[in-house]
């Protein structure tokens, strides 16, 4: 009769669940519990959903996009999403609802998690910036421009 070993069994099971690990050492599932805990600095809009939210307009509207290419009707501040810092003094309170854009959301986001990391807490991006927007039928209008 011919006794196996089970080692060579052990050592198979082990390599599984060692693959199975993701490459911070907790599992997949456990990977994914985490994540869903994790808070996000801001909430990405549709250009529909800021349509809706213009119709009782309690944000203000901030373009962040260089060079000046034109503007969302009713938008409040034009600053720099590369100068978005020294524009703090516009923009109200930690927990003012902010709505920014740029044109294409590139540079959005980018003031956005800027303004996130500075404490801002009340925060939504349009995604897709003006592209999104003309692209689902709405206007833009020519401002001053410029901060």
């Not at 800021?50 to 009707?73: A, C, Q, T, W």
């Not at 009713?74 to 927990?95: A, F, K, S």
Request: hydrophobic residues 35%; contains cysteine.
């Amino acid at each position: 009769m011919l006794i196996r070993s089970p080692m060579p069994i052990l050592l198979f099971v082990a390599l599984t669940l060692a693959a199975c690990r993701s490459e911070s050492g907790r599992s997949d599932a456990e990977a994914t519990d985490r994540s869903a805990e994790a808070s996000i600095p801001y909430t990405d809009i549709d250009p529909a959903q800021l349509d809706e939210m213009m119709r009782s307009k309690d944000f203000l509207l901030v373009n962040v996009h260089i060079p000046y290419e034109g503007e969302i009707p009713g938008t409040d501040l034009h600053i720099r999403y590369d100068e978005i810092d020294q524009g703090l003094d516009q923009l109200g309170e930690l927990d003012a609802k902010i709505v920014l854009y740029c044109r294409s959301g590139r540079m959005s986001t980018t003031a956005t998690n800027r303004l996130a990391e500075l404490g801002y807490t009340n925060l939504y991006h349009l995604a897709g910036g003006m592209r999104a927007w003309t692209a689902a039928g709405y206007q833009l209008e020519q401002g001053e421009g410029g901060s």
